[in-house]
Each structure stands twice: as structure tokens, then as C-alpha cells.
């Protein structure tokens, strides 16, 4: 208990020991005015490091912005290949549809000419001339009167102008 008691005065001891206060330091001009100078140079060196990171992160921001326009380019040139594609898909299938047609036509010219060649044999065993017969233009008819001759009125199958 004795052991209890003197570790317990001990304590208490050191406890208002520490709440004492300590002797006043003596400040010479020099000392304070090395610490001012310290202060700026702490503040200085705060304000080097803040505008240094102020600079990296502005420059951290241009290459991400740099990086999503070109990432941007990239998905516009995707789709800008994309519409090319579907556009020469079409333009593929328009061809086929054409190549299809040209066919057909070309195959019904063929049955055309196929009957003519047959009429004209059947015409060749029925002993009628093949030969083609020319239509004489019809003579314009002229009038004259005293002042103005008459004119002729000539249609090309455009109407009457």
C-alpha cells in the first residue's frame, strides 16, 4: 500500500509541475526578425507550391480536354464511316436492282427479236417481201396571196406553238 501511495504522490507532483509556468525567454531583435523572415519565406514558398500545383492541374485539364476532342474526333469518324457504309450498302443494293432490271429488259429484247426473226421466216415461206417501204413526204401546199405567202404550219410532236 505504501508502493500505491508514493506512485499516487508522484503523479500528482509531476501534474503541478507541469502546471507551472516555465521562466520568460528573452527575445533579441535578431531572433525576431528571423523568425519574420522565416514566416515570409514559409508563406512565399506556400504561395510557389500552390500556383505550381494550380499550373499542373490546368495542365492536367487541357489534356483531358485535349484527350475527349480526340476522343470525340474518333467517335465522329466512327460514325461518319458508319453513314458511309450504310450509304454504299444502298448504293450496292440500287446497283443490284438495276443489274436485275438491265437483265430482264435485255431478256425481253431477246424474246422481241427472237419473234421478229420467226414472223420473218414465216413471211420468207409465204413469199412476201421483206423489203421496207418508203412513205414519199406529203408536198407542203403553197397559196399566195397579193402580199404574204402562207405559212407552213410543221408539228414535231410538240403541240401546236
Known amino acids: 500500500m ?16 507541469a502546471l507551472t509556468p516555465g521562466p520568460r525567454a ?3 531583435g535578431a531572433a525576431s526578425t528571423r523568425n519574420i523572415l522565416m514566416g515570409l519565406g514559409a508563406a512565399a514558398a506556400t504561395l510557389i507550391i500552390i500556383n505550381h500545383n494550380k ?16 476522343e470525340n474526333q474518333r467517335n465522329d ?13 444502298h448504293e450496292l443494293a440500287v446497283s443490284e436492282a438495276l443489274q436485275h432490271e438491265v437483265a430482264v429488259k435485255d431478256r425481253i429484247i431477246a424474246q422481241q427479236n427472237a419473234l421478229i426473226e420467226r414472223q420473218k421466216a414465216q413471211l420468207a415461206q409465204l413469199g412476201i417481201s421483206q423489203q421496207p ?8 401546199v403553197k397559196t399566195k396571196t397579193a402580199q404574204h405567202p402562207v405559212a407552213q404550219m410543221i408539228s414535231y410532236g410538240w403541240g401546236t406553238l
Do not use: C, T
Open 26 to 28: 528573452m527575445a533579441d
Open 55 to 70: 499550373q499542373v492541374h490546368a495542365k492536367y485539364a487541357r489534356d483531358a480536354a485535349r484527350q475527349a476532342a480526340l
Open 133 to 140: 417501204i418508203a412513205v414519199a413526204p406529203v408536198p407542203a
Open 77 to 89: 469518324a466512327e460514325a461518319a464511316y458508319r453513314a458511309e457504309e450504310r450509304a454504299y450498302r
Open 2 to 17: 505504501k508502493l500505491r501511495n508514493v506512485i499516487a504522490s508522484a503523479l500528482i507532483g509531476a501534474f503541478l509541475l
